[in-house]
């Protein structure tokens, strides 16, 4: 996360918080990668982020240029009711964005889930990505952003490279009572311990001089490994307390160096490391999605309380939604209350997105599919040849397995409020059909013994049906509301008959979308051959 000064004083550091829906002064400059309107038109599926007003814009008081979040409607063909949150501008240079949870949404006492896509540009030749981006909870408010450039909006500030011991000092500029999770797509990748490497490189300035991973239990993205002090080689994840000055590790140079004086500086300790070598593992011109799975402690009361935070890397495919488990880095690490600061037996905290940029910059933005605080949500597929259809029971359709033209089948989708504190709402579907079935009938009904709804229309447009449940979508109550647990789920069911052209075919998985107005997730079903 280097800010790139060619100042002597620009000092390193990381992280990031979260901003609003206002749009900063944009400076008159060529965009780095993409234009935003080419992003906004390879966005996957998300939300309507702005349908009940769950965020709200950062402020920030150390700075009196504006807020660069803004919120932009996706433009994907066959992506319906999404928008994207812009943190950083490709145009804008030293710009902060920032957006937050309107309350404080994110109950450290409860389990939660965040699901999301996000974007970075991959610069040009002359000009690299700027600093990134970083998920934040904190214990404060909407007013909380540390510093642009390498600060990433969450991190202290390191410019006063001639005085030592120093490090409360930074960690008190930093956003206080929080933990980030940092998208690093702009490395200090220097080690002044090396001493010949630095001297006569005209781009090294004292306090940019190499992250190096000082954490324990850091766990290298490469099959899980737990080491510790990994060496940063590129673009990485990792997360910590901004606000806790062990984060920031006392350094010096010496020696002749730079005019023969002796500087200090600070490496930051990275937790749960996630890198993939010197490639670009963010900064890329792509979607990429991230998933967090927050536990909870068994004990939220007890002086040492905490709880674990999962996150993951590269598990889907932006183009289909399917999981991609082999390419999927994550990395578990817990999550202190002491580092909150709570002042009673409340645990809730505010949680959102801050990014910067400095000499360079980047198009930034995420993508939501299910946020904490609202409602976690689940679906699967399966496919059934039927062998009795007065009874309506058959055979279930594995992956692999072969299915005789002229049969009749059976899509069901089946789809449930898991956890949350709100109903899932306007809840439709975009059903993506296999290849080589052609419908022939279809109902949707929620699981609380109602009459299933006939689909009038089964009109499939490039292979998809759409499936709207009712005017204005289907309800599922949460687990608090309803009045028996099945009014928690519902589910779509399909017939059909397997195409029988004489011709031995495959049909691969197809990826569907339940989708509503506050969550969002997919089914699959199974790739399947036809004889």
Known sequence: MRARMKMVMAGLVVVAGMTGWVQGTVSARAAVGDSMATVLNTAPQGLPINAD??????????????????????TTPGVEDTQAVQI???????????IWSKGAYFDLDKNQYLSAWIYA???SENDGPADGMAIVLQNGGTNAYSGTGEALGAWGMDNTQTTKDIASTIAA???????ALEFDTNVNNYDPSSGSTIIGNSSWTPGDAGEFDLGNNSTVQNGGTTAQNVAIAGQHIASGYPGDSSYYVPKTQSTGVIFGKTYYYYELKHDGLLQQGSTSFIADGAWHHVTLEYTAPTDPTA??????????????NP?????????????????????????????????GFTGSTGASSENALVDFEQVPGQVR??????????????KDTGTTINSGDTVSGGSTVKLEYD???????????????TLNIPDGIKLTSGTYQRDDDSAATKISDLTESSGKLKVAMGDSGMTLLSGTDATDDKQTSGKIVLYGTVDNSGTTTSSDAKVSQIIGTNALTQATTPQFNIQ
Do not use: C
């Open 377 to 390: 949500v689940n679906a699967g597929a399966t496919l059934t040849k039927i062998t009795d259809k007065s």
């Open 415 to 429: 789809f449930n409020w898991a956890d949350g504190d709100k109903d899932w709402t306007g809840v439709n579907a």
């Open 53 to 74: 007003g769950y965020f709200t814009e950062g402020t920030n008081s150390k700075s009196t240029a504006a807020n660069e979040a803004s919120i932009s409607n996706v």
């Open 303 to 316: 002086t040492d309380a905490a709880g674990s935070m999962k996150y993951t890397y590269n598990d889907k």
């Open 173 to 179: 500029g930093a956003i206080q009572n929080s933990w």
């Open 88 to 98: 950083s501008n490709s145009a804008s240079l030293n710009s902060w964005g920032s």
């Open 121 to 123: 540009s991959k610069g």
């Open 319 to 351: 183009d289909t939604g399917a999981a991609t488990p082999s390419s999927a880095r994550s990395a578990t690490v817990p999550i202190n209350f002491s580092e909150f600061h709570f002042s009673n037996s409340d645990h809730d905290v505010y949680w």
